[in-house]
């Protein structure tokens, strides 16, 4: 069994910065991708960013793109998303899933959710 715990949300004025974590037990993760969504009141869930476990290639969505930077730690088995120069609009609950295989953009594709963090920036 996969469980996946996302920590480190919180209030945060515009332009400041967080720093995600999700920790991730159960089976071996040598192949899979892990990636964060966000999920804002009233909106469908979306794609943030994504890397490889193995390997550390990464994906990001063009809305956070040179702002956010996922990362990970292989030995710690956790996945970071390093968040900064917040907006308003990034206010969401946060959520890491895994998937098995490359990277992808598609929340239907990842087979394992954390419960979420609540990211709130305010103006």
């Known amino acids: 069994q996969v469980q996946l715990v996302e920590s480190g949300g919180g209030l945060v004025q515009a332009g400041g910065s967080l720093r995600l974590s999700c920790a991730a037990s159960?089976?071996?993760?040598?192949?899979?991708?892990m990636g964060w969504f966000r999920q804002a009141p009233g909106k469908e869930r979306e794609f943030v960013a994504a890397?490889?476990?193995?390997?550390?290639?990464?994906y990001y969505a063009d809305s956070v793109k040179g702002r956010f930077t996922i990362s990970r730690d292989n030995a710690k088995n956790t996945v970071y998303l390093q968040m900064n120069i917040l907006k308003p609009e990034d206010t969401a609950v946060y959520y890491c899933a895994r998937r098995s295989g490359p990277i992808s953009t598609q929340k239907r594709e990842y087979d394992y959710w954390g419960q979420g963090t609540q990211v709130t920036v305010s103006s």
């Open positions: 159960g089976r071996t993760f040598s192949n899979y991708a």
């Open positions: 890397i490889m476990w193995s390997g550390g290639s990464t």
